[in-house]
């Protein structure tokens, strides 16, 4: 204000100085009295002027690695008897695709912009006519470097905090496995489907008092954080090493042959095994939904059988294996009732029912 | 009329930056009124400097008794509605026009003040700045910028799981995912740096050798260039403390953390540092980590196994060869922390395993070799989240239930990553 003050009244006051002199002055020297008040107003308005016409180009650095780089999906192991079938030897190396995973050629959802999209958007975001010299950019190891004017940079930031609110948002999901009593599964998947498959907090409240009176069983319990499009797993169980098969290879001369046995060691997994990927939605009312892939499995070993043969003993796994893969659309807060299913004796299998509670954080 | 007019107004504020899909927004920015101010403002100081100059050029200065009566007689006139209204709008406002028009009144000025007023307005020496003898000269520095230019080795986790130790590839290394960091490179620093520092004098000169810049420059270049290397360090110093922990948590006892997982309160914190009533530590480490780096923590136990039997057929007679492998148990993370400084958060990318093998470890004869087979129990957990600094949060893992196997191995997995300020180069 002082400044606003100074610049609009000290060359008035100039003015008002050198007129108040110039009556008693010779012409030449009231000249030069009124002229150095004009080159005074002159200046003052040369500087805001320059400003204008010539504005300030400074250097800024931002962060886009959250934009650039996403964290990568993790592939749950498979849980699935190794056979040739299902991939041999696929659970050896800890990953390995098989039953249990997604599929191997299925394209990667990540959302990570490419460095010169994103250089392309902050160029438009700017203005396109708003780069020539001495303005710059570039994007360099995940940062975008820039040359521009405060208004540049301010445009930047915007675009930048736009585009890093998804980017940068997670989900929580926290995955319930539960022994139900059939009137409560019941009640729970009609639920579901008048609600198009959402189990509302109301319902989620009676499962989780049902479990606490103890006419529920929760079996399982599991938390999970993934960002938006990221694929996370988790996995308990047990892992165990087991001869599968024999190659027999064999080699000599004419007079001395000789067969040997190569032993196809394998890895059995088994337990349970989630994976999920979490897609926020942005609707319009109502706060963000989550899209839900998620893939579940259960293996249960049931006997390992020992076999002989001239080579040595193989055995040969028998499982029993609950698998479901699924997709659903909940707002957050609520929940999904994800596989619902009876066991029988026949076939060792147990009584489960999962549900998932998806929440956004960082909003 | 009014379109040439309103074109040359919509072109100062393209030429402005005041136009573009930015400015169609409705909120508009703190910069953008701003500039619409000094705009206006600069406009008002340009007006009064020509109405000196009008003044000027009809030889009647304010306090003159002829200007005086002038102005009386115009004040008297009476105001007659219609000609207001007939009255052309004012031209639009060109700033580089009027700053072009100042200018050379200005030299103009200057000249006759010059001619008018020698003594008081002598000649000004227009000769380079640069070869001013009393100007500071260059000064020779080192400014250690070895912080800016690292870019740290990923320290990737060992492999668990029982294939592992048959594979090279482990159970959390995707191929390809590899640590970008933040370090810039050395052509790129110095690039920067002259761009910062400007034109350099003839006895300038700014180079990269050894992680150091070597600059011999005057003061005001030197600080440009300081200034740069400020801005470079303030979006991407420091090292980040990681605190990771691992609970055995019974879900009871979660659901009561579960609302606020993602950013522990001191309510939380306190519940989980009390322990007892299905919380359980099982192990506590901090570990220092570059933004973005991939570290890994492991307690556990290695041992070695004959795992598999080979043949060997590049003879006549196949040979088998013994294979032997290694499984490590225990508890193994690995976490890589990426700060957003912009929003105060890192977004902390873990996985965590924690394996047991049971022993005895069953083995089975394959002609004269004893193979080992063993049984490994194991939970693992892969997860990200977006954690604010300085809070903790809980990002995933199994909860103990009460209705699994007792043997079953269950745990929680807790981040807690503080930015630790890093050490600015110094120039000496």
Not at chain 1, 215 to 228: E, I, K, P, V
Not at chain 2, 284 to 301: K, L
Not at chain 2, 365 to 393: F, M, N, S, Y
Request: charge should be negative.
């Amino acid at each position: 204000m002082n400044a606003l003050l100074r610049s609009t009244f000290a060359p008035l006051a100039l003015v008002l100085a050198a007129a108040a002199g110039a009556s008693a002055q010779d012409p030449a020297a009231r000249e030069v009295a009124e002229l150095e008040a004009m080159l005074a107003r002159v200046d003052a308005a040369l500087a805001d002027l320059d400003a204008l016409a010539r504005p300030r180009f400074s250097f800024a650095q931002y962060d886009a690695r959250h934009l650039l780089q996403r964290p990568p999906d993790r592939v749950a192991p498979s849980l699935w008897v190794p056979s040739e079938a299902a991939g041999f030897r696929a659970a050896r190396g800890g990953g390995g695709a098989g039953a249990f995973c997604f599929d191997s050629c299925e394209a990667d959802t990540g959302a990570a912009l490419e460095p010169d999209e994103l250089e392309q958007l902050a160029v438009r975001a700017v203005g396109e006519d708003a780069w020539d010299e001495p303005a710059c950019i570039e994007v360099h190891r995940g940062f975008l470097l820039v040359r521009q004017t405060p208004l540049g940079h301010a445009r930047i930031r915007r675009l930048l905090d736009d585009l890093a609110r998804p980017a940068t948002r997670a989900v929580q999901l926290d995955v319930g496995f539960y022994h139900l009593p059939p009137p409560l599964e019941r009640d729970l998947r009609e639920a579901a489907l008048a609600a198009g498959g959402v189990l509302d907090p109301a319902l989620l409240a009676r499962l989780d008092g049902a479990v606490r009176a103890g006419a529920a069983r929760l079996t399982g319990s599991a938390t999970l954080s993934a960002l938006s499009e990221q694929r996370v797993y988790l996995h308990q169980g047990d892992e165990r090493a087991y001869v599968a098969d024999y190659e027999r290879s064999s080699g000599g001369t004419g007079m001395v042959a000789e067969t040997v046995p190569d032993p196809i060691v394998e890895v059995l997994r088994a337990g349970l095994a989630l994976e999920v990927r979490p897609t926020v939605v942005d609707a319009d009312a109502g706060g963000p939904r989550v899209a839900l892939d998620v893939r579940f499995a259960r293996s249960t070993p049931l006997t390992f059988v020992d076999r002989q043969t001239p080579w040595g003993v193989l055995t040969t796994p028998r499982v029993s294996m609950d698998s479901v893969r699924t997709s659903a659309q909940v707002p957050g807060g609520a929940g999904v009732l994800v596989f619902a299913a009876r066991g029988t004796e026949d076939d060792g299998t147990s009584d489960v029912v999962i549900v998932v509670r998806p929440r956004v954080v960082g909003r | 009329m009014t379109r040439p007019r309103a074109r040359a107004a919509l072109t100062t504020l393209v030429l402005l930056g005041l136009t573009g899909p930015a400015a169609a927004q409705d909120d508009e920015l703190p910069e953008e009124a701003a500039l619409r101010q000094a705009l206006a403002g600069a406009q008002a100081r340009y007006e009064e400097a020509m109405r000196l100059v009008e003044a000027y050029g009809r030889g009647a200065p304010v306090g003159d008794a002829a200007a005086r009566a002038a102005g009386l007689e115009r004040l008297h006139t009476p105001v007659t509605p219609g000609r207001a209204r007939r009255r052309a709008p004012p031209p639009p406002f060109q700033p580089w026009a009027a700053r072009d028009e100042l200018v050379a009144l200005r030299e103009a000025v200057a000249a006759r003040l010059r001619a008018l007023a020698p003594e008081r307005h002598p000649p000004v020496d227009d000769d380079d700045p640069e070869d001013d003898a009393s100007a500071p000269r260059a000064t020779l520095r080192l400014i250690d910028v070895q912080d800016l230019l690292v870019t740290p080795e990923d320290h990737v986790a060992p492999n668990t799981g029982l294939g592992a130790g048959l594979d090279a590839s482990g159970a959390f290394d995707a191929a390809g995912e590899r640590t970008s960091g933040v370090g810039l490179e050395g052509d790129k620093l110095v690039e920067l740096a002259l761009d910062a520092a400007g034109r350099l004098a003839s006895d300038e000169a700014l180079e990269l050798r050894g992680g150091r810049l070597m600059a011999r420059l005057r003061p005001a270049t030197a600080a440009r260039v300081t200034h740069l290397l400020a801005e470079l360090r303030r979006g991407r110093g420091g090292l980040i403390d990681l605190e990771v922990r691992v609970y055995e948590l019974g879900a009871a006892a979660y659901e009561a953390l579960r609302e606020e997982a993602a950013a522990l309160g001191d309510a939380a914190e306190a519940r989980l540092a009390a322990g007892g009533d299905g919380v359980r530590l099982l192990a506590s480490h901090h570990v220092t980590a570059h933004d973005g780096q991939r570290v890994h923590v492991w307690r556990g136990r290695s041992r070695s196994y004959l795992a598999d039997i080979e043949v060997n057929q590049t003879g006549v007679v196949p040979v088998l060869n013994p294979v032997v492998a290694v499984i490590n148990e225990g508890l193994v993370v690995e976490a890589r922390p990426t700060v957003d400084r912009a929003r105060g958060v890192a977004v902390v990318d873990v996985s965590l395993s924690l394996s047991r093998v049971a022993d005895p470890v069953p083995t089975t004869k394959v002609v004269d070799l004893e193979l080992e087979l063993p049984r490994l129990r194991i939970a693992r957990t892969t997860a990200t989240g977006a954690v604010p600094l300085g809070r903790g949060a809980l990002l995933g893992g199994v909860l103990r239930t009460g209705a699994e196997p007792e043997e079953a191995l269950t745990c929680v997995v807790y981040v807690r990553p503080r930015l630790i300020a890093g050490q600015p180069g110094r120039g000496r």
